[in-house]
């Protein structure tokens, strides 16, 4: 009996021996030969239990730049599916990840490092299966950017074998008033992912994963959009699609606020060895309006190329079909532009119509957060009367075209014009009908020139209806602000047809811009 007694005591010991002493220790040396061979050296865990019917690590930590943090692993299995090389379930909680750019590339964290791994492995037709049965992740969080710049999105995961081999996804993300769910498909045997996206997500989140793609890029949002995307993987190579459909979002980008934005975004990409290329933007119909700069504009459609994250094509395009400026309306837009880097974009030509011309410029610069922007506004075949009835509306009127260049710099809200020139094409008509305000240019001009007195009433008379041959303007700086010489030279259509061949100046032409262009605050000249 005592001898019974021993053996049984011995067995005891053993088994506990077993399971107390040379199963964790056998575990915790597989653990670590397998994180080992993933490419995640370093990595470091508390077991907290290890039997013949399941694991249970701790604190598991990558050590990584970009770490990868779970609070807990649970891993269940039987000594008949440990024999089959097999494991039933994984429950991870509290998992911490974070996603952030690296030369170019999306990397989250650890996780670059079994991709590398994973890529370097030659695939075959057959693939390898997955010796598992389900994933469960609950509790956990993704991060996108750095600490002090960081969008943190709650998410729970699901992850099961389907009866045809392959892994369903099902991952719900965001706070509960906007979820975002993602789904898909796994085949570890053909390595083919094919994953699929519907939510509607907060503009904020959108912004801080473009901030994580391109860290120069300053932006932010509210508001939301509705979202989809497809993204399917097979053979090392991949695809994305996605179409982004903001209603009445606001975006601040380098200073600059627009609000009430509308459009229909769609984007596709090539993914291969986790970066991005060969990425389209394509904009549909879009609106927007920017109390900031009191501007609007619809029917907004191009494309933004990107060969890689970091690299644009040269010659972008995009299509405006109004566009609002104080009170100013140009239609028919276009905009060729160049993105050269994240931080500076170069228009290299934009052309609208306006007042049955066109008005058309180009090599203008772009580099939020600095406001200041250089340009010459060319003017071509403009109608005369339209834009006295915007200049000088109830006071002159004619008939004719005009065409011209104006140089500007625009440092909002303030405005300098440097030497410009207007030219109408001769042979048009011209009636000036304010008599006050020609009279007072007239004492001023004659006052100057010394011509008689007495032709004064004779070039007013003329200038109620005038045709003429020669109509030009040259625009200057001075001390009184923008001053406009302007060349008349032709004849009255009326009474005894007085021929004229004179200047008229005209200062202080920054009250009328300012009231036509709608700026609130003062328009300073410079030189």
Same mark, same amino acid.
């Given at each position: 009996m005592r001898r019974a007694l021993v053996a049984l005591g011995a067995i005891g010991l053993l088994l506990a021996a077993g399971r107390f002493v040379v199963i964790p220790m056998i575990i915790r040396r597989q653990l670590a030969a397998a994180l080992a061979g993933a490419g995640m050296e370093g990595t470091s865990f508390e077991l907290h239990r290890a039997s013949l019917w399941g694991t249970e690590l701790r604190q598991i930590s990558s050590g990584n730049a970009d770490p990868l943090r779970v =609070?807990?692993?649970?891993?269940?299995?039987?000594?008949?599916?440990?024999?089959? /090389?097999? $494991?039933?379930?994984?429950?991870?909680?509290?998992?911490?990840?974070?996603?952030?750019?690296?030369?170019?590339?999306?990397?989250?964290?650890?996780?670059?490092? %079994?991709?590398?791994?994973?890529?370097?492995?030659?695939?075959?037709?057959?693939?390898?299966?997955?010796?598992?049965?389900?994933? =469960?992740?609950?509790?956990?969080?993704?991060?996108?950017?750095?600490?002090?710049?960081?969008?943190v999105l709650p998410f729970d995961a699901? $992850?099961?074998?389907? +009866?045809?081999?392959?892994?369903?996804?099902?991952?719900?993300? /965001?706070?509960? +008033?906007?979820?975002?769910?993602?789904?898909?498909?796994?085949?570890?045997?053909?390595?083919?992912?094919?994953?699929?996206f519907d939510s509607t997500v907060d503009a904020g989140v959108i912004c801080g994963i473009a901030r994580v793609v391109q860290p120069s890029l300053a932006i932010s949002g509210t508001g939301s959009l509705k979202a989809s995307a497809q993204f399917r993987f097979a053979d090392g190579k991949g695809n994305i699609q996605t179409r982004l459909?903001? +209603?009445?979002?606001?975006?601040?980008?380098?200073?600059?606020? %627009?609000?009430?934005?509308?459009? %229909?975004?769609?984007?596709?990409?090539?993914?291969?060895s986790n970066a991005l290329s060969n990425l389209k933007l394509t904009i549909e119909q879009a609106k927007l309006n920017s109390a900031q700069f009191d501007l609007s504009c619809d029917g907004i459609s191009g494309s933004l190329v990107l060969l890689d994250l970091s690299r644009p094509d040269d010659r972008q395009r995009v299509a405006v079909k109004r566009l609002n400026i104080g009170n100013s309306e140009l239609t028919d837009g276009e905009i060729v532009f160049q993105l050269e880097d994240w931080r500076s974009l170069l228009i290299q030509q934009t052309s609208w119509k306006w007042l049955g011309g066109t008005v058309s410029s180009g090599d203008i610069r772009i580099s939020p957060p600095s406001r200041k922007i250089a340009l010459t506004l060319a003017v071509q075949a403009i109608d005369l009367h339209s834009l006295l009835e915007l200049l000088a509306s109830g006071r002159a009127s004619g008939e004719g075209r005009v065409s011209g260049a104006i140089p500007m710099t625009i440092d909002w809200p303030h405005v300098a014009f440097g030497h410009g020139e207007l030219r109408a094409v001769p042979g048009g008509q011209l009636s000036i009908t304010d008599a006050a305000l020609l009279e007072q240019t007239l004492d001023q001009t004659i006052a100057t020139t010394g011509q008689d007195q007495g032709m004064k009433q004779r070039i007013i008379e003329a200038l109620k209806e005038f045709q003429y041959s020669v109509l030009n303007a040259d625009l200057n700086n001075g001390e009184n602000g923008l001053t406009a010489k302007i060349k008349i030279a032709g004849q009255g259509k009326q009474g005894q047809k007085q021929p004229l061949d004179l200047e008229l100046r005209i200062s202080g032409l920054d009250n009328l811009l300012r009231g036509y262009l709608g700026i609130r605050q003062k328009i300073q000249s410079g030189n």
């Open positions: =609070d807990r692993i649970e891993v269940g299995y039987s000594p008949v599916s440990l024999w089959h /090389g097999r $494991i039933n379930t994984i429950r991870i909680e509290g998992l911490k990840l974070v996603v952030a750019q690296h030369s170019g590339r999306l990397e989250a964290g650890p996780l670059r490092a %079994v991709l590398s791994h994973s890529a370097a492995v030659p695939t075959s037709t057959t693939g390898t299966d997955w010796p598992l049965e389900s994933i =469960d992740v609950v509790s956990s969080e993704m991060s996108f950017g750095p600490a002090e710049d960081r969008i699901n $992850i099961h074998r389907a +009866a045809d081999g392959g892994f369903v996804l099902k991952l719900i993300g /965001g706070d509960g +008033a906007k979820p975002i769910a993602i789904s898909g498909r796994f085949d570890p045997r053909t390595r083919a992912v094919d994953i699929t459909e903001p +209603a009445n979002m606001s975006i601040g980008i380098g200073g600059t606020n %627009v609000e009430g934005i509308q459009a %229909v975004l769609n984007m596709t990409g090539n993914f291969a």
